[in-house]
């Protein structure tokens, strides 16, 4: 799979991804052969590009969660769009807490691990992508910590308006994503902050959901001097889906950082993320599933062949180049092998035979 931009797509080339429009409707099929008026439509839509397949490649695995997740993204970014251009103008977000109650509907009740598909950004929708994404990983989060309805909402909601501030900036400095030197972050506080006065109660927006808004950006701009206890929970919670988010998106300047790679990230740093949210993360999100391939410190490839509930950086892993086995909940084992990251692929989504793996595992 490779993404194409817009300019650079042919007669024929294969999608590899589904093309939905702002209301949920399927407009192109994954393995549609793009024609000349659907090229045209492509660029009429907006797209920087689409992920093609390459001649000789099958349609990568998608389950039907799998599609319906990317089907809601699509749509709550075109929703997301209109209630902060909506805020920004001065005008009441009419349909934001609906949006807000359908990600807590669909992501903040489920008893069950998804596959969380990241979306390819420009800086023109970088916003709406992130706070959409950030908005789910926080519904999932809070489903494992068993928030109430009422604190899933105002968590959902502060996670839908924290970054409201960054449609303000000038283009030079959105152009950088998060990578901002000492003077873009003077410009970016000052904006969050014009951001944040944006979120008034005469246009809706609640008392709570602003403390959130204006927690996280104390901690994430340089004011971090807030007392331990004075964090809220759903403060934490923003921290840690706002940055997984950051790290593991997809833009066209730069690679994204894998999900486990994120994951190693927050477990390290257990001084600045919360151990039992980045915990719920972990329960809430597919990482090393059976089928991911990874790499190990003796840089031999391999293939996650069964998750380990209870260490997620210690499944059973099958080598490529040895057919070795190697379990590493096994103490003596983990301190000679390590997972450095899994291998780099433009789509996570490996086609494996569960019931094969399972026949090979009790065997062992």
């Not at 909940?329 to 094969?356: H, L």
């Given at each position: 799979?490779?993404f194409?931009?817009s300019?650079?797509?042919?007669?024929?080339?294969?999608?590899a991804?589904?093309?939905?429009?702002?209301?949920?409707?399927?407009?192109?099929?994954?393995?549609?052969?793009?024609?000349?008026?659907?090229?045209?439509?492509?660029?009429n839509?907006?797209?920087?590009?689409?992920y093609?397949?390459?001649?000789?490649?099958?349609?990568?695995?998608?389950?039907?969660?799998?599609?319906?997740?990317?089907?809601?993204?699509?749509?709550?970014?075109?929703s997301?769009r209109?209630?902060?251009?909506?805020?920004?103008?001065?005008?009441?977000?009419?349909n934001?807490?609906?949006?807000?109650?359908?990600?807590?509907?669909?992501?903040?009740?489920?008893?069950?691990?998804?596959?969380?598909?990241?979306?390819?950004?420009?800086?023109?929708?970088?916003?709406?992508?992130h706070?959409?994404?950030?908005?789910?990983?926080?519904?999932?989060?809070s489903?494992?910590?068993?928030?109430?309805?009422?604190?899933?909402?105002?968590?959902?909601?502060?996670?839908?308006l924290?970054?409201?501030?960054?449609?303000?900036?000038?283009?030079?400095?959105?152009?950088?994503?998060?990578?901002?030197?000492?003077?873009d972050?003077?410009?970016?506080?000052?904006?969050?902050?014009?951001?944040?006065?944006l979120?008034?109660?005469?246009?809706?927006?609640?008392?709570?959901?602003?403390?959130?808004?204006?927690?996280?950006?104390?901690?994430e701009?340089?004011?971090?001097?807030?007392?331990?206890?004075?964090?809220?929970?759903?403060?934490?919670?923003?921290?840690?889906?706002?940055?997984?988010?950051t790290?593991?998106?997809m833009?066209?300047?730069?690679?994204a950082?894998?999900?486990?790679?994120?994951?190693?990230?927050l477990?390290?740093?257990?001084?600045?993320?919360?151990?039992?949210?980045?915990?719920?993360?972990?329960?809430?999100?597919?990482?090393?599933?059976?089928?991911?391939?990874?790499?190990l410190?003796?840089?031999?490839?391999?293939?996650?062949?069964s998750?380990?509930p209870?260490?997620?950086l210690?499944?059973?892993?099958?080598?490529f180049?040895?057919n070795?086995?190697?379990?590493?909940?096994n103490?003596?084992?983990y301190?000679?092998?390590?997972?450095?990251?899994i291998?780099?692929?433009?789509?996570?989504?490996?086609?494996?035979?569960?019931e094969?793996?399972?026949?090979?595992?009790?065997?062992?």
């Amino acid at each position: 799979m490779i993404f194409v931009k817009s300019e650079d797509l042919k007669y024929g080339m294969r999608l590899a991804k589904p093309i939905y429009n702002k209301t949920g409707v399927l407009l192109y099929e994954r393995n549609t052969r793009l024609t000349l008026q659907g090229i045209e439509s492509v660029k009429n839509f907006g797209l920087l590009g689409l992920y093609i397949l390459e001649p000789a490649e099958p349609v990568p695995p998608m389950s039907e969660e799998d599609l319906d997740f990317e089907r809601f993204q699509t749509m709550a970014v075109f929703s997301i769009r209109e209630e902060l251009d909506n805020i920004i103008a001065g005008r009441e977000p009419i349909n934001l807490k609906r949006l807000a109650n359908a990600i807590i509907t669909n992501y903040g009740r489920l008893d069950h691990k998804i596959t969380f598909t990241q979306n390819l950004r420009s800086t023109t929708d970088y916003v709406y992508k992130h706070v959409i994404n950030t908005a789910i990983l926080c519904a999932l989060i809070s489903a494992q910590v068993y928030y109430t309805p009422t604190e899933q909402e105002e968590l959902v909601l502060a996670a839908l308006l924290h970054d409201i501030g960054k449609l303000l900036l000038p283009n030079k400095v959105r152009e950088k994503y998060d990578d901002y030197d000492t003077n873009d972050l003077i410009i970016v506080k000052k904006i969050q902050n014009d951001g944040l006065g944006l979120l008034r109660p005469e246009i809706g927006i609640d008392s709570g959901v602003r403390r959130i808004v204006a927690q996280i950006h104390r901690m994430e701009y340089g004011n971090s001097n807030l007392e331990q206890g004075k964090i809220l929970k759903s403060t934490k919670i923003l921290k840690v889906a706002n940055l997984f988010d950051t790290m593991t998106c997809m833009k066209i300047s730069e690679e994204a950082i894998s999900e486990i790679a994120a994951i190693k990230y927050l477990l390290l740093n257990k001084d600045e993320f919360d151990e039992e949210i980045v915990g719920a993360l972990i329960k809430s999100i597919n990482i090393l599933t059976p089928g991911v391939c990874i790499e190990l410190t003796n840089r031999e490839k391999g293939l996650v062949i069964s998750e380990n509930p209870q260490n997620i950086l210690r499944p059973v892993v099958l080598g490529f180049s040895t057919n070795k086995i190697y379990d590493l909940s096994n103490n003596g084992v983990y301190r000679r092998y390590q997972i450095v990251d899994i291998m780099k692929t433009m789509d996570n989504r490996i086609k494996v035979d569960r019931e094969r793996l399972e026949e090979y595992m009790n065997k062992r």
